[in-house]
């Protein structure tokens, strides 16, 4: 109804008119042969586009996985403030350098890699950005990046809050696994039991107490317990059998994005499926990338990343948004499914823009209804006595007469009853007619017998029509919008108000 700037209950009426009685409810989906049914009554010249649809989508989840090549589990460093994740985070940054690679400094890019040790191909991602405006946006669309979550209390302060904002939130979620580590065991005040036991209050089920979630004694500070951690994740992250397809369409999110120099737009992407290369085409939000350049976390340049890793990729046309979906195709795909989502952004703000339309010209006629008061007590005042020249039975009321035509009844109904309302005690809308189809000679010779004008929506009148109304002084107000109608209507009936001063 917005796009055709129809009232609802005028799109619903016309529905009805055309048998579509049981699909008029206003979140009902129309098909395209319907709607452009519809657009036609309303006087447009709809166009059907079957590529217009066009989007990338992430491919369906196997329902085997079992043959899939297991990939690095993704981990979340959750807990109260103060109790240590930033340090911890930085002591397993470190870790994740190998001694005597090149560079030696990890980036902070939203993700590192640490190895698991004795276990050479296994690698173990930790995002460094809870609390994140991209966790946020991931979790509120319900994507999962994480695989388990480290839920860090300090030993010395025990749980918190957030602690139990932590508890609720593994608990809501079975796809997540929970490693619990018990943190600044080194300090002073440290009491595990205590804290252990008040865990299990919470309802986490730890190993101590014959439930399966681990309970790790670390120290963020001094490092210790730092590879019994790990090497719990692995183990959990193992009977969890996390595996992805490294073949196929890629699919990722942004954890962050930023400008920077010589490369322009960079964004780590986290790719939880497929494989990602330099020469890639991606699509992100509203963004498209060719991949340019693959960064690893701890600065190398690669060829390519593989499920469960963090990479900073170059190339985006424009800066992505961090937790956006990033997704691949082939350059024509992504290049459609891009016109396609900017076009579908645009019919959104198109729609935005008709609202606010509909707001100011309800405003203005408000404001016009308000003047219309203001005249009626000043003409009170000032032009007592004065006989108004058109005048109908009830003394003093001036009448704009209109004879109205529609392309449907309907619609003829609906426009009759919207300008019918116009005005109010010193001048005011009289349907003197309805009719269906074009205006007609004798709608003018009518209409001017009647001293009248004539409201066509949405029907024209002939060209000979036309000039045989100016000639007989009948005023044609035509439009296929009702809104405009009724303010050109407005119009008539406000000039019938005696002028004030
Ligand atoms: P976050 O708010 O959870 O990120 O906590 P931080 O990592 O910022 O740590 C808060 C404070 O606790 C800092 O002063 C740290 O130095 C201190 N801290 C963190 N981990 C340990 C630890 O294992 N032992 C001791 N003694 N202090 C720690």
Redesign the pocket.
Known sequence: ARLLNVRLATLQRVMKQAGMDADTSHDHMLSSEYSSLLALEFGRNPVVDDEAAFDIHPPPVLADKSKLPSRPPVVTIM????????????TLRSASVAKGEAGGITQHIGAFSVPVKGEADKTITFLDTPGHAAFSAMRARGAGVTDIVVL?V?A?DGVMPQTKEVVELVKKDDNVGLVVAI?????AGADVDKVEKALFAEGIQLEAFGGDVPSVH?????G?GLDQLVETISLISEMQDVRAEREGPLHGYVLESKMQKGLGAVATVLLLRGALATGNHLICGSTQAKVRLLTSPTGQSVKKALPGDAVVVSGWKELPGAGDEVLSGTEAQVKKALANRIRKAEIEATLQDVDAINNSRREERERREEELLVAKRDRRGQHAGVQPEKTTEEEGVKELRVLVKGDVSGSVEAVAGAIQGIGNHIARVKVIATGVGEVTESDVMRAKAAEGSIVAFSVKAPKAIESLATGQGVPILSSSIIYRLMDDVKAEVIKLLPVTV
């Open positions: 807990g109260h403030v103060d109790h240590g994740k930033t340090t911890l985070l930085d860090v300090a010395d943190n600044k065991v080194d300090k670390v120290s963020g500070l001094t210790k």
